[in-house]
C-alpha cells in the first residue's frame, strides 16, 4: 500500500510540471516586469544633482532679498535698457533706470552687504557733466619786444604785442602779409621798408 | 635807422601805417669797421601791395615826413576824385608824380608829353633816358609815370638795382 500524496507533493509536481512545460504556465498578473533601467543608479546620482541645484536656488533667491546685484538683477535690468532704448529720450531721461552693465566687483557667489538700493541715473551716450571751466588764464602775449641791447640808445618801447621797433619809433611787424592784413583790418596804408643788412641788429643797418 | 627814430616820424607812420621790413640785399664790413655797400628803400602802398610812391636812400627825418604825408594825401584825394574807378586811379597817381618831376626837378616836360614817354620811341625815349641821370627821387618819380599801378613785389628789383645802383641779394652781412 502506498502512502497517500500530499498536497505540497502536488504542488511540487505541478509546479515542475509547469516548469517542464512553460507554454503551458498561466502568466501572473502579480509577477513584476523585468526593466532595462537600474533605478537605484539612477536615484544616487540624481538626488545630489537636485541637492545641487536647489543650493544654487536658494542663494540666488537670498542675494536677491538682501539688494546686492546678482545675476538676476542684471538680467532685469538688461532688460530694462532694450525696453529704453525703443522709447524716446526724453522718457529714457525721465524716468529712473538701473545700470545696464553689473559692477566687475559684485560676483554671484560673494554674499553682498545689505545696502540701500537707490536707483542709478541713466547717463545718455555724449551727455558729460563737467565743472564749469573758467578761463582764469591771462591773454598770451605774442611777440614780445626783445630787450634793447646793452649800449644801444632807443627810446622807450612802447610797442604792442604783436610789433617791434628795433630801435626805432615805428611799431614792425613781422612780415609784409601782416602788414597788409592790419592794414586792411585797421584802414590804413602799408609802409614796408626795403633794407641792406639784418634790420634787428643795429651793426648790420 | 636816423629819420625812423624821430618820435614825430614814428608818431606819423603808426597812425596812418602798417609797417613791415625785408631784407633784400646785403654789405660788406671792412675790417676797419666801415659799411661797404648796402642801402635803404621805402615803400608806401595800398594795403593790397600797390606802390603809391618810394622814398629811395637815406634821408633825414623832415624830408621822410614830409614824403609820408605826401603819399597819404596823395591816396586819399585819389580815392575821393576817381571814387573806385581803376582806370582813373591810375592816371591820378600818375600825373601827381608827372607834376613834381616837373614842379621839384625843374622839368620843364608838360604831363601830356611826360605820359606819351611812356610808349615813345626815339626822341622821346632819349629824354626819358635823360631822367635816369637826374636825383634819387627824380628816378623814382619817373619809374612811378612808368608804372603806376605796379605792385612793390614788381618793382622793387628795379628800385633797388637800377635807382640806388644795389644787388638785390640774399647772403648774409659778409665781415
Not at chain 2, 623832415?62 to 574807378?85: I, M, P
Amino acid at each position: 500500500m502506498t502512502a497517500p500524496r500530499s498536497s505540497s507533493n502536488t504542488q511540487k509536481t505541478s509546479l515542475a510540471e509547469m516548469m517542464a512545460h512553460p507554454s503551458q504556465q498561466p502568466p501572473s498578473p502579480l509577477q513584476p516586469v523585468p526593466s532595462h533601467i537600474h533605478w537605484p543608479v539612477v536615484a544616487a546620482t540624481a538626488l545630489p544633482c537636485l541637492l545641487f541645484v536647489g543650493i544654487i536656488i536658494a542663494l540666488l533667491v537670498r542675494t536677491e532679498n538682501s539688494g546686492g546685484r546678482g545675476i538676476l538683477s542684471a538680467w532685469r535690468s538688461a532688460e530694462v535698457v532694450v525696453v529704453q532704448n525703443t522709447t524716446s529720450p526724453k522718457e529714457a531721461e525721465d524716468g529712473p533706470a538701473e545700470p545696464a552693465i553689473p559692477s566687475p566687483e559684485s560676483t554671484p557667489l560673494a554674499p553682498e552687504p545689505e545696502v540701500a538700493l537707490r536707483p542709478a541715473r541713466l547717463t545718455l551716450p555724449g551727455k558729460v557733466n563737467l565743472p564749469d571751466r573758467e578761463d582764469d588764464d591771462p591773454p598770451a602775449q605774442i611777440g614780445q619786444a626783445p630787450a634793447a641791447p646793452a649800449g644801444e640808445p632807443e627810446p622807450a618801447d612802447k610797442a604792442g604785442p604783436a610789433c617791434q621797433r628795433f630801435g626805432t619809433a615805428v611799431d614792425f611787424v613781422a612780415s609784409q602779409m601782416e602788414a597788409s592784413r592790419q592794414a586792411l583790418v585797421q584802414d590804413k596804408l602799408m609802409f614796408v621798408l626795403h633794407i641792406s643788412g639784418n634790420f634787428e641788429e643795429a651793426r648790420f643797418t | 635807422m636816423g629819420a625812423l627814430a624821430q618820435p614825430s616820424v614814428g608818431r606819423y607812420l603808426n597812425d596812418h601805417f602798417a609797417a613791415a621790413y625785408q631784407k633784400v640785399g646785403t654789405f660788406r664790413i671792412m675790417p676797419n669797421g666801415q659799411k661797404m655797400g648796402g642801402n635803404v628803400a621805402s615803400y608806401f602802398c595800398l594795403p593790397n601791395g600797390r606802390v603809391l610812391h618810394v622814398v629811395a636812400g637815406p634821408v633825414d627825418a623832415d624830408v621822410f615826413l614830409r614824403e609820408a604825408r605826401w603819399a597819404v594825401d596823395l591816396s586819399r584825394l585819389a580815392q575821393a576824385e576817381t571814387k573806385g574807378n581803376a582806370a582813373r586811379f591810375t592816371a591820378f597817381i600818375r600825373d601827381a608824380h608827372a607834376e613834381r618831376l616837373r614842379v621839384e626837378h625843374n622839368n620843364n616836360v608838360p604831363s601830356r608829353t611826360v605820359i606819351n614817354l611812356v610808349s615813345a620811341r626815339g626822341p622821346a625815349r632819349a629824354a626819358a633816358l635823360a631822367l635816369a641821370a637826374n636825383p634819387l627821387q627824380a628816378r623814382v618819380h619817373s619809374l612811378m609815370i612808368q608804372k603806376p599801378k605796379a605792385l612793390i613785389d614788381q618793382i622793387y628789383k628795379e628800385v633797388f638795382e637800377k635807382v640806388l645802383g644795389e644787388r638785390v641779394s640774399t647772403l648774409p652781412v659778409i665781415k
